[in-house]
């Protein structure tokens, strides 16, 4: 047998690509909102200037108040604050309630130093309920919640509130007679004779 050996069919071209006359060339172009990149200095090369740190805050702990209160009752509210720091430093120690300011004291500490602050509230303008009271220094402090109570008859002087009730006690025969309850366990008669 012979091998065969194919030859080219006259009818088939040759193909080649050309370049498609339709199609444009491709552009890229920048997308509007992609920002530059710009090189940054590698840190090999230039000296970074280190900053400083920033001092350390006063520390509070400590913060102590009754968990309730009377209306119209002053309010002792103390905490400890210490400077941890390794230099002496003044910084405000605030008072919040309901995180309204109620009062800051300036206070200095040498380094290391530990100090008591004690805050006086006044509280015969708050309603009754439960507040949120704070203990603060510039990045530290103390939470606590407590509860004012509604203000009792009278003034809370317990001797002006006994005088008035003799007054308005006079019996028939000008003797009065007031018992006066100075705690759940004790009660104290009086009686006055005119």
Avoid: C, K
């Amino acid at each position: 047998e012979e091998p065969v050996v194919e030859e080219p069919n006259e009818t088939e071209e040759p193909v080649v690509e050309e370049p498609n006359e339709t199609e444009e060339p491709v552009v890229e172009e920048p997308n509007e909102t992609e920002e530059p990149v710009v090189e940054e200095p590698n840190e090999t090369e230039e000296p970074v200037e280190e900053q400083p740190e920033a001092a350390d805050s006063f520390t509070v702990e400590n913060l102590q108040a009754p968990d309730t209160a009377e209306a119209g009752e002053p309010l002792t509210v103390t905490a400890t604050v210490t400077n941890p720091t390794d230099e002496e430093r003044t910084e405000a120690v605030q008072f919040r309630l309901d995180g309204d300011l109620i009062e800051a004291q300036e206070t200095t500490l040498a380094a290391g130093e530990t100090t008591d602050v004690e805050f006086e509230v006044d509280t015969s303008d708050l309603e009754p309920g439960q507040y949120v009271h704070m203990v603060l220094t510039e990045f530290s402090g103390e939470v606590s919640t407590i509860e004012i109570t509604a203000a009792t008859s009278g003034d809370g002087d317990l001797e002006s509130d006994l005088e008035e009730d003799i007054e308005n006690d006079t019996a028939v025969d000008g003797d009065t007679n007031v018992t006066v309850n100075e705690s759940a366990n004790t009660t104290t008669s009086i009686t006055a004779a005119n």
